[in-house]
C-alpha cells in the first residue's frame, strides 16, 4: 500500500482538543503532558476549589514525568496564588516571543502540506509578510487560514480567495460581518453589543464575556454571565 490520502475536508489549523487534560490519580503517567491555554482552562472553573484542585492535578503530573504549561504572560501572576504552580514555574519558565522567519512560515506552510495541499505561487509570501511583527498576528492569521482552507478549489489555496476573505487583516472583521449579517434582524442590538463587549478593552474577563456570548446563542437568559 501508497500512502495514505490527505483528509480534504479536515481542518488542517483547527487545534480543538489536542491539549491534553490532567492524568487522574492512579493512571498510568503520560511520557509528557501539555496543558495549553491555562488561564482559560482557570477562568472556567468558578470555583476556588475546583481552580485548586486543578492545579494540584498539574502539580502532581509532574513529579511523574514531564509536563508543559502554556499560558499567557498576563495570566501567569494569578498562578502564584498556588505555592506548588508558583514553584514549577520559577524552575522551568521558558518566554515565547512573537512567531517570526523561519518559525512563522512553518507555522503557514507544515498543516497545508500535511494535508495534501498547495499555496498558489506568492501566497505564502503575502501570508508571511502581513503576519510577521504583528504582536495579535496569530489569531488573526489562524482564521485567516482557517478562511481560506473553506474558500479551496480543489487541493489549491489560491490568491483570489485570499483577497476575497479581506486577508489576515480583514478576515475575521468581515466573517463577524457575514455573522451580523445572517442574524435576524430584531436579535441583531444583542448580538452587535456581544461583539464589542468581546473587543472593548476593560470590561471585565474576556473569557467571561465569551461564555456569556455562548450561552446567549442558546436562547433567551441560558448560560448568559455579565458578571
Known sequence: GGSPTPDLTADPWATDGMASAPATSG??????LVVDQLGDGLAGRTSPYEQAAHLAAISAASRRGLVVVAVRADD???LSSDRRTARLI???LHL????RGEALAEAIEAPALMAGLHFESGLADALHHDADGSAAGLPPLAHALRCLWREREGR???AAAYRRIGG???ALANSGEAVYAETPERDRPVLRDLLLRLVAPGRGDPRRVTRAFRGAALGPNR???DE
Open 168 to 170: 489576515v487583516r480583514g
Open 96 to 99: 515565547l516571543g512573537p512567531l
Open 27 to 32: 493512571a498510568p503517567a503520560p511520557e509528557c
Open 156 to 158: 489549491t489555496l489560491t
Open 90 to 92: 520559577e524552575r522551568g
Open 76 to 78: 501567569v501572576g494569578a
Open 223 to 225: 448560560g448568559r454571565r
